[in-house]
């Protein structure tokens, strides 16, 4: 059984196109992330949502809006996708925002052509 | 600003040698810390946490981490690296005052010789 699943798991489009990444986890978590991940395998938080709250946004440009339909989703929608945004992108899940660890999905490499 | 540190971007050890991987944070908080395994093209797996209690924590694959406060530190220890072992270790960390952000380091690439 899958915990934390992301689709595409590939994804490769052409400089300013829009795009999703679907995420679902089946944890019965609380909590849910999106992470960046560079060539140089930097990862850094994007978004977080509780209870599909948004709690944490960092300086992420506006063309990146994640949505939360329900606690067990967290899309991301990328609009004028920019070469600078090929990375793999992480979509991880905890159990609640009290220092739980947090569960990672598979990964979705973006490539931006 | 809080910052997690991870000495050496590459280590290599042959088979059944020590692995000892660095990890140091900069915060007069105590956090809490976890080290994290990514394999190819795989996301990141949990290996161990530490929270409070005991400061020598245990994990999956025969790996542990000792958390020494006076040093900042949480480093990553196997007895005897395996073949399997060779991935990308991230350290990590939260602080009680934030626990919605974790912090990650930039990741240690294991080699393992044969």
């Known amino acids: 059984d899958t915990a934390v699943s992301q689709t595409p798991k590939y994804l490769v489009t052409q400089m300013g196109n829009d795009k999703s990444i679907k995420c679902e986890q089946n944890?019965?978590?609380?909590?849910m992330y999106w992470y960046k991940q560079d060539s140089k395998k930097f990862l850094k938080i994007m978004f977080s949502y509780n209870n599909k709250e948004l709690i944490i946004n960092e300086t992420v440009p506006n063309r990146f809006s994640p949505k939360s339909p329900d606690k067990a989703h967290l899309n991301l929608h990328i609009n004028s996708l920019e070469l600078g945004d090929s990375a793999v992108y992480f979509c991880a899940s905890s159990q609640d925002s009290g220092g739980n660890e947090q569960f990672f999905g598979p990964g979705t490499r973006l490539t931006v052509l | 600003a809080q910052s997690v540190t991870q000495l050496g971007s590459h280590v290599s050890v042959s088979e059944g040698a020590l692995v000892l991987l660095r990890c140091n944070y900069s915060?007069?908080?105590?956090?809490?810390l976890f080290w994290y395994v990514q394999y190819p093209n795989q996301g990141l797996q949990l290996l161990l946490k530490y929270t409070t209690g005991a400061t020598l924590v245990k994990g999956i694959n025969g790996f542990e981490a000792e958390f020494k406060k006076s040093e900042t530190s949480f480093h990553l220890t196997k007895p005897s690296a395996h073949m399997s072992d060779a991935a990308e270790y991230f350290c990590?960390?939260?602080?009680?005052?934030?626990?919605?952000?974790?912090?990650f380091g930039s990741g240690t690439k294991l080699n393992v010789k044969p």
């Open positions: 990590a960390v939260t602080y009680p005052y934030n626990f919605n952000k974790f912090y």
């Open positions: 915060s007069s908080v105590p956090p809490y």
């Open positions: 944890l019965g978590h609380d909590t």
